[in-house]
């Protein structure tokens, strides 16, 4: 029997780059507003008189720049990261239009009084404005997946071509094979031994510990941060950071998976993967 081949609009896509790459999306986009109605003065913009043009067009541009913020840096970090399809990631485009091209219909109708229906006008400007953008958004968003599944397929099946790593963590020199994990409370501070920790998850003030004992996996929760927390075990290099929220042991790895979203890693006795965000993936290239 045939294999179904995956729905291509169901398939993981990452729901958000850096700050740095929302910005330049933000300004690109205002800046391509502001000449687009510079060169083309559509909704009757050739008849307004000279001095008035540049603000106008200006306007255009600000209402543009201030919806695109609201939506990439405000709105979109409330959506689950793990559950972003490329069809949200397509809708999601098709909003932030529609949104611009709203807004810019409220600027409008301050600017200039509609000799036919409102509503009407209305319409016809989003049809406008969706036209124009739908089809760059749904070519960019296919070609961007095409191009980070398959880079991060190929890079998760290099890393994977290398495992296991090392047989055993080295000792350290200074604390034996025990680790203490100081809690910033002064309370519930948590001895382990490295060999047995599995992940450190980092939520809001707490990070979460997830270690090996005997045949259970246990949790532990303690008032930290990643950072302090991966200072404890600076003597063992296969305890590495993966993410701004995670810590692995990568002895633990059985299994490197990856996607647009970016890289998994499937870890011995645990039911979830683990994420590895970009900058972290050459810890996981070395040997």
Excluded at 177 to 200: M, Q, R
Excluded at 253 to 271: C, D, E, P, S
Aim: with cysteine.
């Amino acid at each position: 029997m045939e294999e179904k081949k995956p729905n291509l609009f169901y398939q993981p896509y990452p729901l958000s780059g850096s700050r740095q790459r929302n910005w330049i999306i933000i300004i690109s986009i205002s800046l391509f507003v502001t000449f687009f109605m510079i060169i083309f003065q559509p909704f009757g913009l050739v008849n307004i008189p000279a001095r008035y043009k540049i603000p106008v067009f200006a306007g255009y541009g600000l209402i543009s720049f201030l919806v695109l913020v609201i939506n990439l840096l405000v709105v979109r970090k409330k959506f689950n990261a793990e559950n972003w399809k490329v069809f949200k990631e397509l809708f999601w485009n098709l909003w932030i239009i529609f949104s611009i091209g709203f807004a810019n219909f409220l600027f409008t109708t301050s600017l200039f009084e509609f000799h036919t229906s409102v509503i009407k006008s209305f319409i016809n400007l989003e049809l406008y404005t969706l036209a124009i953008g739908v089809f760059p958004v749904l070519i960019i968003t296919l070609l961007r997946y095409q191009y980070l599944n398959t880079t991060n397929t190929l890079t998760a099946k290099k890393i994977g071509s290398s495992l296991p790593w090392l047989p055993e963590l080295p000792a350290s020199k200074t604390s034996g094979f025990v680790v203490t994990i100081k809690s910033e409370s002064g309370k519930d501070n948590l001895e382990i031994d490295p060999h047995s920790l599995a992940y450190i998850e980092s939520k809001g003030n707490y990070v979460y510990i997830i270690f090996s004992d005997e045949d259970s996996i246990q949790k532990k929760m303690v008032r930290a941060t990643l950072s302090s927390v991966l200072s404890y075990f600076s003597d063992f290099s296969l305890i590495v950071q993966c993410h701004r929220s995670y810590i692995v042991n990568r002895n633990m790895v059985l299994q490197v998976n990856g996607n647009a979203q970016g890289l998994k890693l499937n870890l011995k006795n645990v039911n979830r993967e683990i994420p590895v965000s970009r900058p972290f993936i050459k810890i996981f290239s070395e040997q």
